[in-house]
């Protein structure tokens, strides 16, 4: 049920420090503000009821996404998934990310949302999870006592669970370079409600040696189990293994195996299967395009 919002202080700094003062100040009664799109539904519905909102709007330095060859790409905390999916260069060079990016919302969504709230939200039907865990994301956190880097796969604790402190604010993501003949796809099947939430998504990013050898390969997997998840022994499978169909079907029964659903449990396996099959054979396409 919908709620009359309650008072809360409403506060706009204009630098990271002062964000961590405030934090540290507020403790848990304290919720960031970069999108929003989550926080006003949750503060809505009565599930969140800070004492004070902290927009991160104001703070011009976290909005940014910066490309280079060597290093990769690396957001802010105020990138929005509408910057993502229009970028030129990360069109070129992990439309994995455009994909999942598409995936999530309507576009007047898209212009708000930020790819570290979804993040920070840690819904686990979340889209752009499964990505980021399939290229190895790194997550920069600001706290009190200065900043360190979490790898992504480290940051999910449970249904909309972190293991962020109250006091920690994440300023940065990063995502490695791929190496020459990658490639990477993200596949979902939505549920069918007014907000075509995901009911299983794969994602999968690999390389390839002389163009049908499969040099590395990882996937991630969402809304199938309490957090966004990789595949590990799927990945293990695959490594070394010819780009066969046989290969992909038993890789994507494997990883089936591996997840944990809450619910729908046969359905969202099956549904597993088939999305990881898909989008293994989709970046094998899209590597051997690349140099494969």
């Known amino acids: 049920m919908i709620r009359k919002l309650r008072k809360f202080d409403y506060v706009k700094p204009k630098t990271v420090a002062d964000v961590v003062s405030l934090l540290k100040s507020y403790q848990e009664k304290a919720s960031l503000l970069a999108g929003g799109t989550d926080l006003m539904v ?12 902290i927009d991160l709007k104001g703070i011009s330095p976290l909005d940014y996404l910066s490309w280079n060859p060597s290093d990769g790409l690396r957001m802010g905390n105020l990138a929005t998934l509408h910057s993502i999916i229009n970028h030129p260069l990360i069109r070129e060079h992990l439309s994995i990310l455009v994909q999942a ?4 919302g309507h576009p007047q969504i898209r212009t708000r949302a930020t790819v570290a709230g979804s993040i920070c939200t840690a819904s686990p039907s979340g889209d752009m999870a499964p990505s980021l865990l399939a290229l190895d994301a790194r997550v920069k956190v600001t706290s009190p006592s200065g900043e360190r880097t979490i790898p992504i796969q480290e940051i999910f604790a449970g249904p909309f669970k972190t293991v962020l402190a109250p006091t920690d604010v994440v300023t940065e993501l990063h995502v490695p370079a791929l190496p020459s003949r990658s490639g990477g796809s993200y596949c979902w099947q939505p549920k069918v409600t007014a907000v075509d939430e995901t009911l299983v998504g794969a994602a ?24 966004p998840i990789r595949a590990p022994r799927a990945e293990e499978f695959l ?42 054979k989709e970046a094998v396409d899209q590597a051997r395009r690349n140099g494969g």
């Open 42 to 53: 949750f503060m809505k519905l009565d599930y969140l009821n800070p004492k004070c909102v």
């Open 204 to 227: 999968a990013v690999l390389s390839l040696i002389d163009g049908n050898v499969l040099k590395d390969v990882r996937i991630g997997l969402g809304s199938v189990a309490p957090t």
């Open 101 to 104: 990016g598409k995936a999530l």
């Open 239 to 280: 490594r070394g293994k010819k780009t066969e169909d046989r290969v992909f079907e038993e890789a994507a029964r494997i990883a089936a195996g591996e997840t944990r659903p809450r619910s729908r449990a046969d359905y969202r396996r099956e549904m597993t299967k088939r999305l990881v099959e898909q989008a293994l």
